[in-house]
């Protein structure tokens, strides 16, 4: 996983500058996702738990949203200079550099976690210890809203070269799955597609961690 997770980490080091210029502005022209992240802050704000971590935060332009939306939220980074250039540009905010598997948040503490295409580069034999950290940090009834390219045909994951570094797009059933098996539940599914050349869907999938759930 730490090999894996140093490529990606450089990999995303060396295009700061540019993927901010190209996606920070990106949701004023995807309704879809936009909307999806709209719900998402709704549902968590009625839970009354306002602390949310937006996981894989990039430039840091989701986290100043879910901030407007009126969230607690602070954005988590594996890529130091990705949360160099977020503190920059939301200087009010709090971001800091984490691992998704080792996220620097206490157990039950976060009514969300949003992971917009964060995931994608995981390799799939590594995702359920992903999945498994959202499940430990969020708080009964907390929510998590993950988005990735998905795929309804197909049983395994499609490694892809991505433009930053290696992705993968998930046959969205599969997805699902995986996180019932991580003891979320999915009320919520959003597929749609963006005109890709790849052929893969938007895919956004809305769950939360029932009562139930015991913390890990």
């Not at 407007?68 to 890529?79: I, R």
């Not at 550099?97 to 994608?120: C, Q, T």
């Not at 799939?124 to 498994?132: H, K, Q, S, V």
């Amino acid at each position: 996983m730490l090999e894996h997770q140093d490529e990606t980490r450089a990999a995303y080091d060396g295009v700061v500058e540019l993927y901010a210029s190209m996606f920070t502005s990106r949701l004023e022209t995807r309704p879809f996702a936009r909307n999806m992240i709209g719900t998402f802050a709704e549902l968590v704000r009625a839970t009354g738990n306002l602390r949310v971590a937006d996981v894989g935060c990039g430039p840091g332009h989701l986290t100043a949203m879910l901030h407007d939306l009126g969230l607690d939220a602070f954005g988590l980074d594996l890529s130091p200079a990705m949360v160099a250039h977020a503190r920059r540009a939301q200087p009010v905010l709090r971001f800091d550099e984490a691992r998704m598997e080792a996220l620097p948040v206490e157990d039950g503490a976060l009514g969300g976690v949003l992971a917009h295409y964060s995931m994608i580069h995981t390799p799939p034999g590594e995702l359920p210890a992903l999945l498994a950290e959202q499940v430990r940090v969020l708080a009964p009834e907390g929510l998590l809203l993950v988005s990735f390219f998905g795929m309804t045909e197909g049983s395994e994951p499609v490694r892809f070269d991505h433009k930053v570094t290696p992705a993968y797009s998930w046959p969205v059933d599969l997805f699902a799955e995986l996180l019932a098996e991580a003891g979320l539940v999915t009320f919520a599914r959003l597929l749609h597609d963006p005109e890709s050349e790849r052929g893969f869907l938007d895919t956004h999938l809305l769950a939360r961690r029932p009562q139930s759930v015991p913390l890990a």
